[in-house]
């Protein structure tokens, strides 16, 4: 029973993984540029993704796994020998350091070594055969070298630096906290290189993640069009019409003239023979949002979606108020461990149990029972904090200060772009892992449902038996005393490694826990602002998208360049130049203006 138990968790992360493989591969094509689609950069893209939402998924698997070494009257399961639950532990370990380290490797040097070998890359020394992939390699290799370097002082550091072992107080003296002191060179140093990652990642997730999460619900409630394709359609015939008038009145009003059209009118004729360019390609898009010249599936599917949009202004409101509640409860849990934590800044805000009803950690406690309940439930409130990192991106920006480095629009994202959004949703993730168990359900992703029978047993070495007396089965705590608490309960895996960093080093706990409130302060503002800020229809962002559109059609139809396996579309120019799509209208625009 154990065993299928066991194999049936373990199945159920194997189709999560499949399932966040598939949202990472569609976050990669919805997101990048389908002009400079680099078949390497989604690659590395997909994996990143992948390995490190499936570092935040094994949070259910742990909790299941050793909760399922208790019975619901606080006593160890007949299988459960000590020798079972330490091989389950250890098989929980090796999982999260193999992905920990992973996510580490990817996030310090697979990408950035994958954005040089990306930037090494030279259209024409290429076409000449003056660059070869040894030498974009080795140029590649060259600046990975500083990461490399960093990862190396990252460790050392982390090999060599003490510890804090000066702990006053009787509680340091129970086996938990005994158990979080590290106990070897090696682990500190992973702990160490854990604690600044999770830290690093932070700082972003105060930002990005806190935007994110107020501004997704909102874009739920008013994604409804402000203007319709319909009327989008007629708005814009009717601006077409004029636009052409008027050139037929500057026209007719020059015709016949010996010293041509005055320079004023010619301005003007050029400024409307612009206009009529962005105006007819904007008459096609909305007679391809109506379906027109479509086949019947597709303007079936358009109609469906104009159908059920009501039900995405529903879906938002649910998500808001969730949002508010996942909110609340972060701010119960922060001011419960502010105020009633043991040890405070010295252990990074442990909480040995929840003094005030908080209603997140609680479903989830209550939904553990029943595996895979509190999976679905935890995938997601995941995919909730991963969409709202997202979405946090896409709305501000990458920037250094006000600077803004990369912009994150869908179908409009190049592969730099993609590969840095990528370190940064991969430290975000650590951040979000520390703040949904130690902050969204602290309790559940200690120690899930378990409990322990507070009862003494009638004879040494025998089990406590509660089946009587309801009352003294009691709920799993760090700060317990009881003996028979130390035999039944058993913590999660990734509490330890968290509580591990937080305790061995008080500074990495203390900024994570307090930039919870800078958190819940930064989606408070950004909520407030986005309720009374009215959205607009982004016509020039409309135009701008068509014309990359047509040049990219422009481009494709010269044929393929080469069957390079780190690209898949590319230009064949003579002289082809990043950011083509301005460059090649205005081109259009002289050749225009020369006929």
Request: aromatic share 10%; proline share 4%; glycine share 6%.
């Amino acid at each position: 029973m154990a065993l299928i138990q066991t194999a049936f968790i373990w199945v159920a992360y194997a189709v999560a993984l499949g399932v966040v493989a598939l949202i990472a591969a569609i976050f990669t094509y919805v997101y990048q540029t389908p002009r400079d689609r680099s078949a390497l950069v989604s690659t590395v893209t997909i994996i990143t993704l992948t390995s490190l939402l499936a570092t935040v998924l094994l949070l259910p698997v742990d909790i299941a796994l050793v909760s399922s070494t208790t019975s619901k009257l606080g006593a160890k399961k007949d299988w459960a020998t000590p020798e079972t639950v330490h091989h389950i532990l250890l098989t929980l370990k090796i999982v999260y350091y193999a992905l920990y380290s992973l996510d580490a490797v990817l996030c310090l040097l697979v990408v950035p070594f994958t954005y040089f070998l990306y930037e090494e890359y030279d259209d024409v020394e290429t076409e000449e055969g003056t660059q070869t992939l040894s030498k974009r390699f080795l140029g590649a290799l060259k600046y990975t070298l500083i990461f490399v370097a960093l990862v190396v002082i990252l460790f050392l550091v982390g090999f060599f630096v003490p510890v804090a072992r000066n702990r006053a107080g009787g509680h340091f003296d129970l086996d938990y906290f005994k158990r979080l002191l590290a106990e070897n060179h090696g682990e500190r140093a992973l702990t160490f290189a854990l604690g600044l990652l999770i830290s690093l990642g932070t700082l972003l997730y105060i930002l990005y993640t806190a935007a994110g999460f107020a501004l997704l619900p909102i874009s739920f409630i008013k994604s409804a069009p402000s203007i319709s394709a319909p009327q989008l359609s007629e708005t814009t015939a009717t601006a077409l019409e004029q636009n052409r008038e008027r050139q037929r009145q500057i026209e007719g009003r020059n015709a016949g003239r010996d010293a041509g059209i005055p320079p004023k009118d010619q301005r003007e004729l050029e400024a409307l023979v612009r206009e009529e360019r962005t105006l007819v390609r904007r008459e096609r898009l909305a007679a391809e949002a109506q379906g027109e010249g479509k086949s019947f599936i597709v303007k079936a599917w358009t109609k469906v979606c104009a159908v059920f949009r009501p039900l995405k202004l529903i879906g938002g409101i649910l998500l808001l108020l969730l949002s508010i509640i996942i909110w609340v409860s972060m701010l119960i849990t922060g001011i419960d461990k502010a105020k009633n934590s043991i040890c405070k800044e010295h252990c990074g805000y442990i909480l040995g149990s929840i003094n005030v009803f908080q209603p997140v950690n609680w479903v989830f406690v209550q939904a553990s029972r029943v595996f895979p309940v509190d999976y679905v439930l935890m995938a997601l409130l995941v995919l909730l904090f991963f969409s709202s990192s997202v979405a946090g991106i896409a709305s501000i920006g990458i920037r250094f200060l006000w600077v803004k480095l990369f912009e994150i629009r869908k179908g409009h994202t190049t592969p730099q772009a993609m590969l840095v959004v990528t370190v940064m949703l991969t430290l975000i993730m650590l951040a979000i892992n520390y703040s949904i168990a130690m902050m969204v359900a602290p309790q559940y992703a200690t120690y899930g449902a378990q409990k322990f029978c507070s009862n003494a047993p009638k004879h040494p070495g025998e089990q406590p038996d509660c089946a009587n007396l309801p009352d003294l089965v009691k709920f799993c705590s760090e700060l317990s005393k009881d003996h028979a608490s130390k035999d039944v309960c058993t913590p999660s895996v990734v509490s330890t490694f968290l509580n591990r960093v937080t305790f061995n080093f008080p500074f990495f706990g203390a900024l994570a826990f307090w930039a919870q409130f800078v958190f819940m302060g930064v989606f408070l503002i950004v909520f407030l602002l986005s309720l009374f800020r009215t959205p607009k229809l982004n016509l020039s962002e409309m135009d701008e998208d068509a014309e990359a559109d047509e040049e990219e059609g422009l481009l494709a139809s010269t044929g393929r360049r080469f069957g390079a396996t780190w690209q898949d579309i590319r230009g064949k120019a003579a002289k082809p130049t990043g950011g083509a799509a301005g460059r090649g209208i205005r081109g259009d625009d002289s050749h225009a203006e020369e006929d």
